[in-house]
């Protein structure tokens, strides 16, 4: 029964080429979260590579689960990946920026306790007010 092989399984030539090792069926059933008869059923109606189940799987194995994603689903590109990160990064550098302008933090400086973001500084007593 040729369905039962590894080598023309979908899944696994992925899964064992961003591991970096050879897996068992039942590793590559297990890391979807399927019985080998569901994994089979799945793989018939085109469910097999559904986003949730690479998830799955990718945190089940120990890789990246963008990889994974972008390695099986032809929707999901490295582009796409990449215009992700950095808007994201342009939303943390924006949040960023924006806390340095807080109220708090302008009164910090003033004061000469510019460390607002250091939970672990205190002021200096003779900046204190009594």
């Given at each position: 029964?040729?369905?039962?092989?590894?080598?023309?399984?979908?899944?696994?030539?992925?899964?064992?080429?961003?591991?970096?090792?050879?897996?068992?069926?039942?590793?590559?059933?297990?890391?979807?979260?399927?019985?080998?008869?569901?994994?089979?059923?799945?793989r018939k109606e085109g469910t097999l590579t559904r986003?949730?189940?690479?998830?799955?799987?990718?945190?089940?194995?120990?890789?990246?689960p963008v990889e994974l994603l972008i390695e099986c689903?032809?929707?999901?590109?490295?582009?796409?990946?990449?215009?992700?990160?950095?808007?994201?990064?342009?939303?943390?550098?924006?949040?960023?920026?924006?806390?340095?302008?807080?109220?708090?933090?302008?009164?910090?400086?003033?004061?000469?306790?510019?460390?607002?973001?250091?939970?672990?500084?205190?002021?200096?007593?003779?900046?204190l007010q009594l």
């Open positions: 029964m040729s369905e039962n092989r590894a080598d023309d399984d979908p899944l696994y030539p992925v899964l064992a080429a961003l591991t970096g090792r050879r897996l068992t069926m039942a590793e590559v059933y297990a890391a979807v979260g399927l019985s080998k008869a569901r994994y089979y059923e799945a986003p949730d189940r690479l998830i799955v799987a990718a945190h089940h194995l120990g890789i990246n689903n032809p929707g999901v590109t490295v582009r796409d990946a990449i215009q992700f990160v950095e808007k994201r990064r342009a939303e943390v550098n924006e949040f960023w920026e924006a806390s340095k302008r807080s109220p708090l933090a302008v009164m910090a400086r003033e004061r000469g306790t510019a460390t607002a973001h250091r939970a672990d500084a205190a002021p200096r007593l003779s900046t």
